[in-house]
């Protein structure tokens, strides 16, 4: 065997166990719901409906983990997308198992709320007030564990430095501490602690412990699964409305900015570019909402709450889309594609690459009025830190503005090829691209199956963005190509 494909070996290697770990931690994972039997006993025949995939993603994980150890290897970013693309792949199609056992769907209606969940969308095709509570919590644990990555950021904290390509590929390349594992560690405090927080305050506010724990890891992760037909409406509390609120705005909280506050850096919170541009946007949205609200949707409490989970990606509703008239629409389909900040569980375009390109138009705006011999530097506020703008970031941010565009103009192609209004098709598939979850009512279970396929198909890139995807299934294309040549270099 030539070096090259010794080397090449050795990689995948790599990659085939760190996959396999990534399988085995969900594998673990499916096992949680079963704690839902505490309180259905009755609904203790499902069990098998759980255990059996629960057994297969374990055992695989665990023979490709075990079997194929990487020793010392360290993941590249590029090694580190095609663990990510193959794990999220096998854990989506496998997820789709207990759905198919417990609620008797068939495939292509499992696969699509398996993909839901795991990428935070929150779109459905159950009748909630008739699923088993095993169901139900399936269906928000795969929202908690897809928010931020669990799997990857479990995987990176027991990695150590080989698990950096991992997070990085997984969209979370921001370091809250120097070393690796302890940032992965921090991350998963932070998103526990919210999760916690938001449990409690559920409970108090006049929620069971079911529903209070369904709907706090649906919330951090901003995910939008409810146990309720009805969602956040079920309760009619404005309390409970204003507690859903402020976890939804910190689901979508970069990581890093909320890492430095906890730490007394209160100015990355005040000084940040996204959270400025946050701000503004949700107060523009809440008070265009606010005037096109009709029928049931009147008043500016309304108003707010459908504006934060729409530009936080939640999804959540205390009224149904419509009663917002065509300019809500608009408005609500303008926040889905903005989308919550980087380093965050929420999905869109995320309002960084959102600031850098406004910034530009900005800088652009100006040029046109100073000389030519006057160099204007640009820079936003990330992090707690100012970043200078150049033209690689520029490019960066509108080459994935374009891909984003014409992906969601595809998609929504394909729904209106399959009936719907173009107006309709537009809000349904950038709900599912953004990682939203807010429908007109073209997703449910009488939906044609190509029009879920598409669906799934936008929630999944929306999730795993773009370039990385793209990126990984090149380079798995180079390299079967390289290992298919008889006589390598």
Request: proline share 4%.
């Amino acid at each position: 065997m030539s070096a090259a494909r010794q080397e090449l070996a050795g990689k995948y290697r790599a990659v085939s166990a760190y996959t396999g770990l990534v399988l085995l931690i969900c594998g673990l994972l499916m096992l949680l719901p079963l704690a839902g039997l505490i309180e259905e006993p009755r609904e203790a025949a499902d069990v098998w409906g759980f255990l059996a995939p629960a057994l297969v993603l374990a055992g695989l994980g665990l023979g490709l983990w075990r079997g194929l150890g990487p020793g010392d290897a360290a993941l590249t970013v590029r090694e580190g997308r095609v663990v990510v693309l193959f794990g999220w792949l096998g854990v989506c199609l496998v997820s789709a198992w207990p759905f198919m056992a417990v609620m008797n769907l068939p495939l292509h209606l499992a696969v699509f709320e398996s993909v839901s969940g795991w990428s935070t969308t929150g779109l459905s095709i159950l009748d909630v007030e008739a699923a088993p509570r095993t169901i139900l919590l399936w269906r928000s644990v795969t929202q908690f564990a897809g928010g931020a990555g669990l799997a990857v950021i479990m995987l990176a904290s027991i990695a150590g430095p080989a698990g950096s390509g991992l997070t990085e590929a997984a969209g979370r390349s921001e370091q809250l501490v120097p070393n690796v594992r302890s940032s992965a560690r921090t991350v998963l405090g932070i998103y526990l602690a919210y999760a916690l927080a938001a449990t409690a305050s559920y409970r108090v506010l006049g929620m069971d412990l079911f529903d209070a724990v369904n709907h706090a890891m649906a919330t951090v992760s901003t995910g939008g699964f409810s146990t309720r037909a009805a969602s956040i409406g079920y309760w009619n509390s404005m309390g409970l409305e204003a507690a859903v609120m402020v976890f939804m705005l910190l689901g979508s909280l970069n990581f890093l900015t909320a890492h430095l506050v906890v730490h007394g850096r209160a100015s990355a919170l005040f000084k940040g570019s996204e959270v400025r541009l946050a701000a503004l946007l949700l107060a523009l949205g809440a008070a265009l909402l606010a005037l096109s609200g009709q029928g049931a949707c009147p008043g500016l409490r309304r108003a707010l709450f459908a504006a934060v989970s729409a530009a936080s990606t939640t999804g959540f509703t205390t009224s149904p889309c419509p009663g917002f008239g065509p300019l809500g629409l608009l408005v609500m389909l303008l926040l889905m594609i903005a989308g919550g900040q980087t380093g965050s569980t929420a999905g869109g375009l995320k309002q960084y690459r959102l600031a850098i390109l406004l910034r530009e138009l900005g800088l652009e705006l100006r040029r046109t009025f100073l000389p030519k011999a006057v160099v204007k530097e640009a820079f936003i506020c990330h992090g707690g830190e100012r970043i200078f703008l150049d033209e690689a970031m520029f490019r960066r941010c509108g080459a994935f503005l374009l891909l984003y565009l014409l992906v969601l103009v595809c998609g929504t192609g394909v729904l209106a090829l399959h009936g719907a209004p173009l107006g309709d098709a537009l809000f349904e598939f950038a709900s599912a691209q953004g990682t939203v979850g807010l429908s007109v009512g073209l997703t449910g279970p009488d939906a044609a199956p190509g029009v879920l396929w598409t669906e799934a198909c936008g929630m999944f890139l929306g999730r795993l963005e773009f370039f990385a995807i793209i990126s990984a299934i090149i380079k798995v294309a180079r390299d079967l190509r390289l290992a298919a040549r008889k006589n390598g270099p």
